[in-house]
């Protein structure tokens, strides 16, 4: 079974620090400093848990005047079915219901194509790293093939 949480405040979001340790830092090689930050103490954090057990997460943050997906990632066992997909939707529909007329996201290029599928465009690039922009709510196409 598939079910989702959202998260507020670094106390209750170890699953997603979890997660992004085993992805940025096991995987990819990200500096371990680098995966939490003042942003979670007031950040929403999303978890996705197939059969109660955590395997993808992301979060929303107001920042620079804009809200921002940011941090999301999926265990590399746990891709292929959607779950990213998911995670970025639920960000950007959070922040529509806050008032967002705009998502962006900060990403690397192997995550381009995924935010494009969801509707997302390039607004510039900047040492390898992309910034996505998305406006509006996400569509009726979650998950499509």
């Known amino acids: 079974m598939i079910t989702t949480r959202w998260?507020?405040?670094?106390?209750?979001i170890s699953d997603a620090i979890s997660?992004?340790?085993?992805v940025f830092c096991?995987?990819?090689?990200?500096?371990?400093?680098?995966?939490?930050?003042?942003?979670?103490?007031?950040a929403f954090s999303l978890?996705?848990?197939?059969?109660?057990?955590?395997?993808g997460t992301g979060r929303?943050?107001?920042?620079?005047?804009?809200?921002f997906a940011d941090m999301v990632c999926v265990l590399v066992q746990h891709r292929g079915k959607k779950y990213g997909d998911l995670i970025i939707r639920m960000i950007v529909?959070?922040?529509?219901?806050?008032?967002a007329e705009k998502t962006y996201a900060k990403i690397g290029k192997q995550c381009?194509?995924?935010?494009?599928s969801i509707g997302f465009e390039e607004v510039s690039e900047e040492n390898g790293e992309i910034l996505m922009m998305k406006t509006g709510?996400?569509?009726g196409n979650c998950c499509k093939h």
């Open 112 to 116: 381009k194509m995924l935010f494009e």
């Open 60 to 67: 929303l943050l107001f920042k620079e005047g804009k809200f």
């Open 26 to 42: 096991y995987e990819l090689k990200a500096d371990e400093n680098l995966i939490t930050d003042i942003y979670d103490d007031f």
């Open 93 to 99: 529909r959070k922040a529509f219901d806050m008032g």
């Open 137 to 139: 709510d996400v569509g």
């Open 19 to 22: 997660l992004r340790k085993n």
């Open 7 to 12: 998260l507020q405040g670094r106390e209750n």
């Open 47 to 55: 978890v996705v848990y197939e059969d109660n057990v955590p395997v």
